[in-house]
């Protein structure tokens, strides 16, 4: 760019031969250029530079697409910045949702399967407080010799105990089932079966657990195996062996053979699941929200402090560099603040504007 005195040419565009890429525009003028224009010229020719835009104050103004990319460089420059920052953010917001979505509904499945944990434990208790203080008092009554009384059965007082909890709780349950039960009512549904099964091939292992579906929603299980043993072999050995009072409530046809040691039921927790995960999704959605509203919040503020930091002192620099562009004799220094690349780059831009202050003394 050449600087000429006088109101005939204020500012040149050139560009050489060896970038044709620029878009190059003759102004046309009825005035002749100054001898000092001439030299300017002759002196860019001189230099390879063969093609002038002459801006004449008064004859054209700037191209029109200058102008707006001029008024949306810090759209754009902002734009993009926002653009990296959803793109990190988004990522980032992306992971975190995911972590802990997982991370909340283990945290629902854990919770239940302590509910089952302690409920197994609060039927076990039961089962051993009947078996060793409650039977031998039961079978003192008189009545147990001519009637059979199932509450000397450890599993009728678990299970009984716990279907009083039920009338509140009614998605809960607890079932010892069997293959070969006396009670009709103890024997094992089809998944249960499968239970049982798993446990007397894995007889090492005290407890197994698993998710499966229900009417009201899917449901933690816990089970853990029965083993028959010296006091079971009492009534489940041969029918011939079985108190009366029992063969006469229950009949002779089932529950017989067992043998010490197997596996010959399961103690079968059931817990809904439904409700805790609705839970943690409704905690992960939650999350979500508050996750879009910080990542909102956070370019809404970086927004600011690039505009505030870079783009605005950039902005001044550059209306600086217009006016001087169009012929402004002695503009006023920009103001430097801190030390920083803008700052210094502020301080360049003011020691340029008073070397070409200079210069154009020089030539004029």
């Given at each position: 760019?050449?600087?000429?005195?006088?109101?005939?040419?204020?500012?040149?565009?050139?560009?050489?031969?060896?970038?044709?890429?620029?878009?190059?525009?003759?102004?046309?003028?009825?005035?002749?250029?100054?001898?000092?224009?001439?030299?300017?010229?002759?002196?860019?020719?001189?230099?390879?530079?063969?093609?002038?835009?002459?801006?004449?104050?008064?004859?054209?103004?700037?191209?029109?697409?200058?102008?707006?990319?001029?008024?949306?460089?810090?759209?754009?420059?902002?734009?993009?910045?926002?653009?990296?920052?959803?793109?990190?953010?988004?990522?980032?917001?992306?992971?975190?949702?995911?972590?802990?979505?997982?991370?909340?509904?283990?945290?629902?499945?854990?919770?239940?399967?302590?509910?089952?944990?302690?409920?197994?434990?609060?039927?076990?208790?039961?089962?051993?407080?009947?078996?060793?203080?409650?039977?031998?008092?039961?079978?003192?009554?008189?009545?147990?010799?001519?009637?059979?009384?199932?509450?000397?059965?450890?599993?009728?007082?678990?299970?009984?105990?716990?279907?009083?909890?039920?009338?509140?709780?009614?998605?809960?349950?607890?079932?010892?089932?069997?293959?070969?039960?006396?009670?009709?009512?103890?024997?094992?549904?089809?998944?249960?079966?499968?239970?049982?099964?798993?446990?007397?091939?894995?007889?090492?292992?005290?407890?197994?657990?698993?998710?499966?579906?229900?009417p009201t929603g899917p449901a933690i299980y816990l089970a853990a195996p029965i083993q028959a043993d010296q006091t079971c072999m009492e009534c489940h050995s041969r029918p011939a062996a079985a108190p009366a009072a029992m063969i006469?409530?229950?009949?002779?046809?089932?529950?017989?053979?067992?043998?010490?040691?197997?596996?010959?039921?399961?103690?079968?927790?059931?817990?809904?699941?439904?409700?805790?995960?609705?839970?943690?999704?409704?905690?992960?959605?939650?999350?979500?929200?508050?996750?879009?509203?910080?990542?909102?919040a956070a370019i809404a503020a970086l927004d600011a402090g690039v505009y505030f930091i870079v783009i605005r002192p950039l902005r001044l620099v550059s209306d600086a560099a217009d006016r001087a562009s169009k012929g402004e004799s002695?503009?006023?220094?920009?103001?430097?603040?801190?030390?920083?690349?803008?700052?210094?780059?502020?301080?360049?831009?003011?020691?340029?504007?008073?070397?070409?202050?200079?210069?154009?003394?020089?030539?004029?």
């Amino acid at each position: 760019m050449g600087s000429v005195p006088g109101a005939f040419a204020t500012e040149v565009f050139m560009a050489a031969d060896s970038n044709p890429s620029l878009q190059m525009r003759k102004q046309e003028s009825s005035q002749e250029p100054s001898p000092c224009l001439r030299d300017d010229i002759a002196s860019f020719s001189s230099q390879g530079y063969t093609n002038f835009i002459l801006h004449v104050p008064g004859s054209f103004t700037e191209p029109a697409g200058l102008q707006w990319a001029e008024k949306g460089l810090s759209m754009k420059l902002l734009a993009k910045f926002n653009l990296i920052l959803l793109v990190l953010f988004g990522a980032g917001g992306l992971i975190i949702f995911q972590l802990a979505n997982r991370f909340l509904i283990n945290n629902a499945r854990r919770e239940v399967m302590q509910e089952a944990e302690l409920m197994m434990a609060s039927a076990r208790s039961v089962r051993d407080y009947t078996a060793d203080d409650l039977k031998a008092l039961l079978e003192r009554n008189p009545q147990h010799k001519t009637k059979f009384l199932p509450e000397t059965v450890p599993a009728f007082a678990a299970i009984n105990t716990f279907n009083r909890i039920r009338q509140k709780y009614p998605d809960y349950s607890y079932r010892e089932a069997s293959l070969n039960p006396t009670n009709p009512e103890d024997h094992a549904t089809d998944w249960e079966a499968d239970v049982i099964a798993y446990l007397r091939d894995h007889s090492g292992q005290r407890e197994v657990s698993g998710e499966r579906e229900t009417p009201t929603g899917p449901a933690i299980y816990l089970a853990a195996p029965i083993q028959a043993d010296q006091t079971c072999m009492e009534c489940h050995s041969r029918p011939a062996a079985a108190p009366a009072a029992m063969i006469n409530s229950y009949g002779s046809d089932r529950g017989f053979g067992w043998k010490t040691g197997s596996i010959v039921a399961a103690q079968i927790v059931s817990v809904p699941l439904a409700l805790p995960l609705r839970v943690a999704k409704q905690a992960s959605e939650l999350l979500l929200v508050y996750l879009v509203i910080a990542l909102l919040a956070a370019i809404a503020a970086l927004d600011a402090g690039v505009y505030f930091i870079v783009i605005r002192p950039l902005r001044l620099v550059s209306d600086a560099a217009d006016r001087a562009s169009k012929g402004e004799s002695a503009p006023a220094p920009l103001p430097v603040k801190g030390n920083d690349e803008i700052a210094a780059m502020t301080a360049s831009f003011n020691r340029m504007q008073v070397s070409l202050a200079k210069a154009m003394k020089l030539l004029g």
